[in-house]
């Protein structure tokens, strides 16, 4: 044996250990901090910022099968894998044996199980059916869970507190924004409203808002009346929490500061002279009836939700552009008291995101949607956020979706993330795991507890566990 050779053996086997060593400290460090502060968040009773769930009553009086779990955000992955459009509309057709529906899934489910949406279905049915796998073995059973537990009162309580430990959500319900007389439960719900038929002014809303507070609305200062009137009532008699908007889906979210007097006569050429506005004078009078929603808001202290960012279904003709957050920068200048709430991390659009709540005192993340729109995106811009911006300002989870149960695997995969994006936290000396801790009840709790003033819900709800 050469020198060299020798050299070059006992330097190889010197390291092999070495390595070996180093590689199982940090191993077992990171397992051993990643378990730690996992099994710490999953104490945690979130607060789930966002959804859009049925009542419990109207969700057991509809139809249910396993194709309920196909919602929207599903589609919208399979359309974009190239499912043919006569194959999703079949898959939901509830008149066709389910078993025929299954067959013409299965294929296109293997195009798009890796992605969150996916990966939150499977962890669904993983989380509350015990089934680890979706397919032809296992889809019967999970049908018939779907059918079982339809007919179970008591099922909310189990997806949503028992498997998810989700203390309070705060609901957008779907469908029924104008009326007060949707009952959500107040041991698992709050609620937020949207004044978006105020701010699209057209003859159609003007009417159905006039009709539903009983008013004649003859000129702005008769619309501006019942808009006080119906803000009134939704805080005192409906009791919401929040405002929320959704107008990211329709138009390019900045709103000019417009004069009154520009408005009133643009509101009497529409609804006075019955004469059409041009688009840039609808936009005008949009622009200064969202400025005359943020300032009631304000005045009743209401944090303001706002969709920014991505939008579901594939071919919404509002381009992306439209949707970013720095569009709303001059709300944020005028209504220094306001609360403002960006949505969805504005996704794709996460650095101005970290600019904007940096930057400005009156400005909120909200990261519902996120973690099943990209887990990847979401672990990257969790630890951004935590390394930039001050901690009360995140919120890491809404589960927004329609379907209950889905809520729980978004959950799951909030949690894993928090988890995941704290560890490295840790790893990288920032912050001590007592820290981490903290900051994940801040993010998946205390501040929207503290933001939407749920102190007293919080405790309502765990008198009744
Ligand atoms: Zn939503």
Redesign the pocket.
């Known amino acids: 044996m050469t020198m060299q050779k020798a050299n070059v053996i006992s330097l190889f086997t010197g390291l092999v250990p070495a390595i070996l060593l180093l590689f199982c400290a940090c191993s077992s460090d990171r397992s051993g901090t990643y378990s730690s502060l996992k099994s710490g968040i999953d104490q945690i009773w979130i607060v789930n910022t ?1 959804e ?1 769930f049925n009542t419990e009553a109207g969700r057991m009086a509809s139809d249910v099968d396993f194709f309920t779990l196909v919602e929207g955000y599903l589609l919208s992955d399979l359309t974009s894998s190239g499912m043919p459009r006569e194959d999703r509309i079949y898959i939901k057709d509830g008149n066709i044996p389910v078993e025929d529906r299954w067959k013409v899934f299965y294929p296109h489910w293997q195009k798009v199980k890796n992605t969150g949406y996916g990966r939150s279905l499977s962890q669904t049915v993983k989380g509350l059916f015990d089934i680890n796998v979706i397919d032809d073995n296992t889809f019967p059973d999970i049908n018939r869970k779907m059918l079982e537990t339809n007919k179970k009162q008591g099922w909310y309580k189990h997806v949503l507190k028992d498997k998810s430990r989700i203390g309070l959500t705060i609901i ?1 319900p779907l469908g029924s924004y104008t009326h007060a007389d949707t009952v959500f439960p107040a041991e698992f719900f709050v609620k937020v409203r949207r004044f978006d038929n105020f701010v699209t002014v057209n003859e159609n809303n003007i009417a159905a808002i006039g009709q539903q507070y009983g008013q004649q609305i003859n000129n702005l200062s008769d619309y501006l009346n019942v808009l006080d009137i119906a803000f009134k009532k939704a805080v005192e008699v409906e009791g919401i929490v929040g405002v929320k908007s959704g107008l990211a889906y329709h138009r390019k979210i900045h709103y000019e500061d417009v004069p009154a007097h520009r408005a009133g006569s643009l509101f009497s050429k529409l609804h006075e002279n019955s004469q059409r506005l041009d688009s840039d004078e609808q936009k005008l009078l949009e622009d200064f009836m969202m400025h005359q929603v943020i300032e009631r808001a304000v005045k009743y202290d209401l944090p303001i939700q706002i969709h920014t960012g991505i939008l579901t279904g594939n071919f919404n003709n509002n381009p992306i552009g439209n949707t970013n957050a720095v569009h709303l920068s001059n709300l944020f200048q005028k209504f220094r008291e306001g609360k403002f709430i960006l949505f969805h991390g504005n996704f794709p659009y996460m650095d101005e995101l970290s600019y904007l709540a940096k930057h400005y005192p009156n400005v909120y993340i909200d990261m519902c ?1 996120m973690h099943i729109v990209s887990p990847s995106a979401s672990k990257r811009y969790l630890e951004e956020w935590l390394l930039t911006v001050p901690s009360n300002k995140i919120m890491a989870f809404g589960g ?1 979706y329609t379907v209950t149960e889905l809520t729980h695997g978004h959950s799951l995969m909030a949690r894993q993330t928090v988890a995941e994006v704290l560890t490295k936290m840790v790893h990288g000396g920032h912050v001590t795991e007592e820290e981490a801790l903290v900051l994940a009840e801040r993010i998946l709790k205390k501040n929207a507890l503290d933001l939407f003033k749920l102190e007293k819900a919080d405790d309502q709800w765990r008198r009744k566990l």
Request: hydrophobic fraction near 20%.
């Open positions: 966002h859009h957008d949607w927004d």
